[in-house]
Structure formats: C-alpha cells, structure tokens
C-alpha cells in the first residue's frame, strides 16, 4: 500500500488540468499536436494521482481524510455576523471513485481525440476547452463548501456550453449550445437558491456541516425538503430528468469525444453526484426523496421508448444515457446510494465505450445515420467487438458488468416500491431492444454507402470504410475491459464498504446491504435476451416488419418521433410565443412608447421652446426694451396684487 495521499498532491488533481489549460493559451496554441500532448500528459497524470487518492481511501475505511481549509473570502456587513467563504478539498470513498471515473474516461478520450480531431483548424481551442472541462468536473468533486461547488458546478455548464457549440460556424451547434446553456440554467436556479436558503438556517457552507446538522435534527424537516428539491432541481438540469431533458439530444451537435465526456464521466453524472452527496438530507426529506425516485422511473422509461425511433446512433446513445441517470435518480430515491453510484461507474465505462464507438464508425462513414451504414462488421471489426460488448454490458447481459450494478438498482426497487421495480424492468427490455437494433443497423446487413463528408478535407472515403486508426482503436480496447470486469468490484462489497465510509455514522447504518438474488437475475437476464430477441426478428432476420408496427401504433409513434411534443411546447408556446410574442413583444411597446416617448416627447418640447425663444432675438434694442418693461410691469402687479397696501 501507499502512503496516505499528501494534501499537495490531492490538489494537484485539479491543477494539472487548469495548469494544460493555460499552457496552451500561452504557449502551445501555434502548435496543435503539442497542445493535445500537454493535455494528455496532464490529465494522465491526474489519473495517477487518483489512483493514490483511491488508495488512501480505501486504506481509511472510505472515511474523509483530514484536509485543511483555507480561508478564501470574508464579507463584513453593516450588522450580523461575517461571511466567510473558505476553500478545501474533501477525500473520502465516493469523492475517490468520481475521481477515478472522471480522470480515466477523460484521459482515454483525449487520446481517441488526436485521431478523431486530426486536420480540424481549431485542435488546439479544442484541448483547452477540453482541459477546463475536466478541471471543472475535478474541483466540483474534490470542494467541501457547496458554495465553492456551485462554482465549478456553473464551469462544468460553461465549458459544456463551450464543446457542445465547438463547431459555431453551425447553425445547428450554435442553437444546440445554447439551448443547453438556458435549459441547464432553469435548474441552477433552485440551486442557487437551495444554497441561500441553507446558509441562512445552517450558517454554513461545509457539506459536512450541513450533513451533520440534518441528520441529528438540528435542522427542520420542512426546512431539508425545500433544500433537497432546490437540490435535485440544478441535478435535474445537468443530470437531464423529466422534464429538463430536452438539452441533451441535441448536445450531440459537439464532436463525439465531446458527447463520450459529457455522457460518461462529466456533465450528467455531475446532478447524480451531487444528490448522492447530499444523500442524508434527502433520507430526512423523504418527501423529497421519493420525488427523486418517481421522476427518475419517469426519465428513464420515457428516454428509452425514444431511443427506438431515433436513427442517429449518437441520440440513441444520448437517449440512453437520460434513461440511465434516470435509473440512477431512481435508485437514490429508493434509498440506493450504493446502487446508484456502483451503476454510475459501470455506466462511465461502457457508455464512453459505445460513444466512441459511434465516433469510430462516424469517421468511416462520414454519419450518423444508422440508415446509411450496415454491413460494417467485417470492414471495422475492432469497432464491431468492442461496441457489441458495450452494449451487452448496457443491456445487463451476465457476467458483464451492467449486469450486477442493474441488478442491485432492481433489488433495491423490488424491496422498496414495486410499481417502481416493474417500471425498470420494462426499461431493461427497451435498452436491450434498442442497442441491439442500432447494433443489426449499423453493423449487419449490407453497407448502404455512407455520406460525403460536409467540409473537403475533412472525413473519411465513405464509398470504401476502414477500421479506425490505432490511436482511435486503442482506447476502445481498453474501455472494453472494465466494461466487462468493473462489475466484479462489489460483489464482496468493496464498492459498499468505501462509499459508507464517506456518510455519517447513523446514515450509513441504514443503508441496504447488497443481496444478490437469483429470481431477480434470472428475470432481468431473460427480459434482457427477450429484447435482444425482438430486435433480431425486426432487424436482424426480418421476420417481423417495423413498417407494419409503426403503422399499427400510428399515433403513438407520432408522440414518439415529435419527442411528446416537448420541443413544440418549450420553442412554440414559451419561447416564441411567450417570451418572445409575449415578454420581449411588450419590452419592445415599453421601449417605443414610454421610454423613447419620453424622451423623444422632451427633446420636442426643448426643441420648441428653443424655436419660441429664437424668434425673440430680433437684435433689435428697442423690442428688448419693449420686453424688458413688459416684465417689469408684470412683475410689478405680482407683487401688488400679493402685497397690497
């Protein structure tokens, strides 16, 4: 074993990236390749140093290590007491796992990212977003005050906002960026104020303050529900919940190593981590806990009948990646922490896996589209290998590891509220089905020619696809090996032991223990190879038609295509009619009218009165006399009139 972590070096994790960042701002920006060398070389080592991190947790029982806080702001009011603001870090078991999970997909991505970004004018912009991105996602796990999380909590929204409209020259990034800035920000708001409200009942910042606070019931149960939901309100933004999902899909108009980052390790595990780190308040807040659960069963089963309509590959992936948080706020509102953050690290795995894998087959086709590809099994078989294995760990296919972090989600529903259990047992039976008819699209059948690339220069000879290059390949490789094993990690309870370790005493204490049970594996498994089965019948063998389905349940494959209509709501009625026909259409009559009727109204009223008094200068002395004992007679019979004698 090593040494405890020092604190130098726990801080270094976050630095290094911010330290790539400006390297390339400064120095490396004339020099793509060195630019894309400086991240890597900084994020692996970051990677490294969370290894460590891992280690000493592991070695203290998952409890937090003992970090100094630094004083970083104080704020003396009139009255009252200061405002302090202090900086820290805290490590304990589930600030190791994040840290593992984030520094390891994002290192692999920036590899596969030389390869995919190869020839692209803004490569070095590319590796400092990408660099301030990771440190954002690092400083939003390590902090201990929820005031400095919120910090980074609104980087990982500006970097995201940054990558996702990387290519601006696009309409479609443009418009797919800002749209997740604004819906994201809907949520930040009960944050925000979730924070302030805290501060002023609490006093304080520290999350481990506020945790002790809740649970030995120093602080009212009304006053933690309104936390918890101002809580899982800014989670429901990033994390991608019912109804704030609707950013997402259209976050694909970024490049892919962008969409495996934001899905897997960053962005929408950021609203995940942060309820299970909030986690006793939610166990007192049961109200507020069980509207975790129901919202989460809702995203993920709506998300998943989206994905069997889509075409892209990559919003498949995306539309799965929202039913699978949705399954992890589900587990937490059913008082699964362990299950949900065991799901999230098997999830960053093959998740990162099956978007790299579209980038991959991406880049041989020059799209997206699942229509004009297939046969590509024999022309990239390491991309077919590897994202085949994504997708059986996605579906919970045993021994891969999906298999034992659904299953653990699955027990926990069974055992807790069961119209909740059958709820993501259908939601096993639609990932199967969907994965693997983007698998039999993609991947079987005849090649149906792929796409022109959209700039010359720029993508692959569409007409003859090839495997990838290795250092595209590569990363695949090894993704594909925890998406396989990683799953093994808690069935002697290791995952569970290092994440109690990181609660209070009594929450931990409550917390289920993990209990396989073999009816629940055998059921998940069979509904699993039931949905792997119907997707051979309709695309694989063609024995039953999608045609005929989809004119069969017109109407609802209607609801599914137009995405329950949710984009007509938010852009139709809000947005332009609304904010715009509405909000900005009455700004605008306020402006006109009264603003600039106002003053237009006294620049005309100086005007004539200037006009007026310009024609009595004549230059003439006897009319100035005139005018001169004219006022003095009127002035003189102001004052007898209100004097007299």
Do not use: C
Not at 60 to 83: K, M, N, V
């Amino acid at each position: 074993m090593l040494p405890e972590i020092p604190e130098g070096v726990a801080w270094s994790i976050l630095l290094l990236p911010i330290g790539s960042m400006l390297a390339i701002l400064l120095f490396t920006r004339p020099y793509p390749r060195l630019s894309g060398y400086a991240t890597i070389a900084a994020i692996g080592t970051a990677f490294l140093f969370s290894l460590w991190a891992l280690d000493s947790s592991i070695d203290s029982d998952g409890a937090a290590l003992a970090f100094r806080t630094h004083e970083w702001l104080t704020i003396t009011p009139p009255a009252g007491p200061d405002l302090v603001v202090n900086l820290g870090i805290r490590l304990d078991g589930l600030t190791a796992i994040m840290l593992l999970v984030v520094t390891s997909v994002s290192l692999l991505v920036q590899v596969y990212s030389q390869g995919y970004m190869k020839g692209d004018g803004g490569y070095s912009r590319y590796y400092a977003y990408m660099s301030l991105f990771t440190a954002s996602m690092l400083g939003l796990i390590l902090v201990d005050s929820i005031l400095m999380l919120f910090v980074f909590w609104e980087l990982v929204g500006l970097s995201s906002y940054l990558l996702i409209g990387f290519w601006f020259h696009k309409p479609a990034a443009a418009r797919a960026a800002m749209k997740a800035f604004i819906v994201t920000r809907l949520g930040d708001i009960g944050l925000l104020l979730a924070i302030i409200l805290i501060y002023v009942k609490a006093g304080t910042f520290d999350i481990a303050e506020i945790q002790e606070l809740a649970v030995a019931g120093v602080l009212s149960v009304n006053v933690l529900t309104v936390f918890a939901l101002g809580i899982f309100a800014g989670a429901a933004g990033k994390s991608a919940q019912f109804p704030l999902h609707v950013w997402l899909p259209d976050a694909m108009e970024g490049p892919t190593p962008v969409s495996a980052l934001i899905h897997a390790a960053t962005m929408v595990v950021a609203g995940i981590y942060l309820v299970a780190r909030m986690f006793p308040i939610f166990e007192v807040a049961d109200d507020a806990r069980m509207t975790v659960a129901a919202i989460g069963g809702t995203t993920a089963l709506l998300a998943a009948l989206l994905a069997i309509v889509v075409t892209d590959i990559k919003r498949v992936l995306a539309y799965s990646t929202i039913s699978q948080l949705g399954y992890m706020m589900l587990a937490l509102g059913l008082g699964g922490y362990v299950a949900a953050i065991f799901h999230l690290l098997t999830h960053a795995f093959f998740k990162a896996l099956l978007f790299l894998g579209s980038g991959s087959v991406s880049h041989a086709t020059n799209t997206f589209d699942m229509r004009r590809m297939g046969g590509l099994r024999k022309m990239m078989p390491w991309t077919y290998a590897t994202f085949l294995i994504g997708s059986l760990s996605l579906a919970g296919v045993f021994p891969l590891a999906g298999f034992w972090s659904k299953d653990e989600i699955l027990g926990d529903a069974w055992n807790e509220q069961q119209v909740l259990f059958w709820v993501a047992l259908g939601v096993v039976f639609l990932t199967a089905f969907y994965m693997f008819r983007a698998i039999f699209m993609t991947f079987e059948g005849e090649y149906q020619g792929g796409a022109e690339p959209e700039e010359e220069g720029h993508g692959g000879d569409a007409a003859h696809p090839h495997e990838s290059p290795w250092v595209m390949v590569a990363p695949l490789v090894v993704l594909a090996v925890p998406a396989v094993l990683i799953g093994f990690a808690n069935i002697s309870g290791g995952v569970e032991h290092l994440l109690a370790g990181a609660l209070p005493r009594e929450t931990a204490a409550a917390l289920h223990p993990f209990e396989f049970s073999w009816a629940i594996a055998l059921g998940s498994s069979a509904v699993a190879l039931a949905g792997i089965g119907g997707a051979w019948l309709f695309y694989g063998v063609k024995v039953l038609s999608a045609e005929r389905v989809r004119s069969a349940v017109g109407p609802l494959h209607t609801l599914l295509v137009r995405k329950y209509f949710l984009d007509d709501l938010y852009e139709g009625l809000i947005v332009r009619r609304l904010l715009i026909g509405g909000v900005a259409a009455g700004a605008a009559w306020f402006d006109t009218y009264i603003v600039d009727g106002i003053a237009n109204g006294l620049a005309t009223t100086v005007r004539a009165s200037g006009d007026g008094l310009r024609l009595l200068q004549t230059g003439q002395v006897q009319v100035y006399g005139v005018i001169g004992f004219t006022g003095l007679l009127i002035a003189g019979g102001l004052v007898f009139l209100l004097n007299p004698l």
